[in-house]
């Protein structure tokens, strides 16, 4: 019985860029990335697709991952949420007879990942028992203590207050708090946990700061990442040689 699974969520369809997961980066389809990053990972045993394509499920398999079931339309849309992938996986392979202690989620639309720091976030979430998960992030070149939200009086004021005062907005980002951007790299999720309490993530969630990294949402976004490889060729080789 495996005891580190990793989920990776494919849904066929998207809005931002028709058919993301499994357009082309690099000659490889963008789910591709995902899964070469945990057959690379020393600490994942078993590498499991979500997905509700049976296009999506078979490049999966001849990809090297597995895709057993296919995911319900009812939790496949837009507005459908992590915990409901998550779950289903969880009951799918409860029916099973497997039950894994741990799921790595990897998001496909975070492509760019070193299978190194995939186990030291692994390892760092062994070494904490009394964590509820652990979410990867990056720092944000601003602090979200400069931005700002619109108040009733439709004026703006700072982030997380209720001063329509900006001026102090204004000073050096030293004097402000880091703030961090959770950006899909890795997260590892305990499943005595989720079923537990129905949650993923609970109240007691390491950060694991990684580089920053793009997310996938749009064209542009996209268009980024191209840009990326073909200027830094050596990402593909440790993940497909």
């Known amino acids: ?56 499920a078979e490049l999966s398999i001849k990809l090297g991952a ?19 992938f998550i779950v289903h996986a969880l009951d799918w392979l409860a029916a099973q007879g497997e ?12 492509p760019l990942r070193d299978p190194r720091l995939i186990d030291a976030a692994v390892e760092l979430f ?30 703006l004021k700072r982030l997380g207050s209720d001063s329509t005062a900006l001026d102090a907005a204004n000073n050096a980002r030293q004097q402000f708090p880091a703030t961090y951007q959770a950006n899909g790299y890795v997260d590892v999720l305990s499943t005595a946990f989720i079923r537990r309490t129905g949650l993923i993530h609970g109240d007691r969630v390491i950060p694991f700061i990684t580089p920053p990294v793009v997310e996938v949402d749009t064209a542009e976004d996209f268009a980024h990442l191209e840009f990326q490889v073909s200027r830094h060729p050596e990402i593909i080789n440790p993940l497909f040689e």
Not at 99 to 110: A, G, Q
Not at 138 to 152: D, N
Request: neutral net charge; aromatic residues 6%.
């Open 126 to 155: 062994l070494a904490a028992p009394e964590a509820t998960a652990l979410r990867s992030v990056h720092e944000m070149p601003e602090s979200a203590y400069k931005s700002f939200e619109i108040a009733p009086s439709g004026r």
């Open 66 to 84: 597995e895709a057993p079931f296919l995911r319900p339309a009812e939790i496949s849309g837009d507005r459908s949420t992590d915990q409901e």
């Open 1 to 56: 019985m495996a005891r580190i699974v990793a989920l990776i969520p494919a849904r066929a369809g998207s809005k931002g860029v028709p058919d993301k997961n499994v357009k082309l980066l690099a000659g490889h389809a963008l789910l591709a990335w995902s899964i070469a990053a945990c057959l690379k990972s020393a600490a994942i045993e078993r590498v499991i697709v979500s997905t509700d394509s049976p296009d999506y």
């Open 99 to 110: 039950v894994p202690e741990f799921i790595v989620h990897m998001r496909p639309t975070t």
